[in-house]
């Protein structure tokens, strides 16, 4: 499924949710908050994977020898899917950029 990104109109807030492709809604409220889909975002794919379309590669932001990741030769993480980078950028506390 794919994931659909909406801000928060009061806050600014981003969350991620997953959908059925054409499920989407383009709002919802959460704890009395409005959130609105972000339509110009790119779904659930960081934005070096999207210049080039393409799993594997390796992360050249992500820090070194990080735990859960196989590493290059260099230490670099090898993120091996789409599903793999969400899992480490949660197991890790970390965002996309």
């Keep these: 499924m794919p994931i659909y990104e909406f801000i928060c109109d009061q806050t600014g807030e981003k969350v991620e949710r ?5 499920a ?22 960081s934005a070096q994977v999207a210049a080039a379309q393409q799993y594997p590669y390796e992360s050249n932001r992500l820090p070194r020898n990080l735990k859960g990741c196989p590493t290059s030769k260099k230490g670099k993480p090898i993120i091996t899917s789409q599903i793999h980078e969400r899992e480490v950028m949660a197991r890790h506390n970390l965002e996309r950029e």
């Design 18 to 22: 997953f959908y059925k492709m054409g």
């Design 24 to 45: 989407a809604p383009e709002w919802f409220l959460r704890d009395g908050l409005h959130f609105r889909r972000n339509w110009g975002s790119i779904q659930g794919v």
